[in-house]
């Protein structure tokens, strides 16, 4: 198999150890590769492209979560609204509002991250921090009604760096935001999760407070696309 299975007990110790979650990322990977690691225990995956989780989700045991952490289109919603367990890169008020619709039409409460633009690069999607803040004021008082949706938490990816003072800028800048709205609640709303950290930089972002990693290329190794 081409899983690495010493690294994965390692990152899985490190993760359990920190209290946070450990998603593998499977993005390009093939099914098989996906079942080892299943069958080594792991239960969260994440995948980046609609038609390749549709595709894979189906091959794979019904207690698969599967998140989805890729850039996530308004008009792919539907096609993942019935199973998906995480949706971790919500950037807009629309895709919001499309994903509580094709919740309800699935009969279900779709579990969501708000996605924060932290890093330096131009390309990263996602809210700024006083967008994010506005954005959750406006659920918490009720002005914008999500019945089918949870927002439970906050995502972000760091500069694609090894700078190791810029990511742990981005990573404080994160935690800072993420308790400052933290105090807010409301019963679609708690914020809970921080999901940061991938394989470049999860230990760093465990020690500055994510609850939940994505790696990917450390476990399946690299991808070549
Ligand atoms: C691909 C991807 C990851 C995993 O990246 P690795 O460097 O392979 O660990 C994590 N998060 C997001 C959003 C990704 O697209």
């Known amino acids: 198999m ?7 007990k390692t990152i899985f110790e490190k993760t359990k150890a920190a209290g946070a979650c450990l998603v593998a ?10 079942k080892a690691l299943y069958d080594l225990g792991q239960r969260d995956f994440g995948e980046n492209y609609v038609q390749e989780l549709v595709e894979k ?21 539907k096609y993942i609204a019935s199973f998906v367990h995480l949706v971790h890169g919500v950037d807009s008020e629309k895709l919001l509002l499309e994903i509580d619709k094709q919740a309800r039409k699935n009969n279900r ?3 969501c991250l708000l996605q924060v633009h932290v890093a330096q690069e131009e390309t990263k999607f996602g809210f700024d921090g006083a ?3 506005a954005l959750i004021d406006r659920i918490v008082s009720g002005s914008l009604a999500l019945p089918n949706i949870r927002v439970k938490g906050l995502m972000a990816m760091a ?7 810029t990511l742990k800028q981005e990573f404080t800048a994160m935690k800072t935001l993420f308790e400052k709205n933290a105090t807010h609640e409301a019963p679609n ?16 972002a465990l020690e500055y407070g994510s609850t939940m990693i994505r790696v990917g290329s450390l476990l399946f190794g690299a991808r070549g696309y």
Not at 26 to 34: A, F, G, Y
Not at 57 to 77: E, M, T, Y
Not at 189 to 204: Q, T
């Open 25 to 34: 990322v499977s993005k390009i990977k093939p099914v098989s590769d996906i």
């Open 131 to 133: 967008e994010v803040t």
């Open 109 to 111: 409460v779709i579990d």
């Open 57 to 77: 989700q189906p091959q794979l045991p019904a207690d698969v979560r599967w998140h989805f952490i890729g850039h996530l289109q308004s008009n792919k919603v």
């Open 2 to 8: 081409s899983v690495n299975e010493q690294n994965y």
């Open 189 to 204: 709303l708690k914020l809970e999760i921080l999901s940061m950290g991938m394989s470049g930089d999860y230990e760093l």
């Open 159 to 165: 500069s694609f760096t090894e700078d190791v003072e």
